[in-house]
């Protein structure tokens, strides 16, 4: 069980941090607003922080 928690929050964060450069990359671009970003990336966290939560119950 650990090691099937380890490997899904490694995917996790792994996937935030590319998908966090993705939009930060828009975002310097000028490509997306700011606010769009820091929402969107406040979504991605939001969306780890729960995925941890059901993989402890």
Not at 25 to 40: F, H, R, V
Not at 48 to 53: E, M, P, Q
Request: aromatic residues 8%; charged residues 10%; proline residues 2%.
């Amino acid at each position: 069980m650990s090691l099937i928690y380890f490997s899904l929050h490694s995917l996790v964060l792994l996937h935030r941090l590319t998908y966090s450069n993705d939009l930060l990359n828009l975002w310097l671009k000028q490509q997306i607003s700011e606010p769009t970003c820091a929402l969107a990336m406040t979504q991605i966290g939001n969306l780890a922080i729960a995925l941890r939560k059901l993989l402890l119950l």
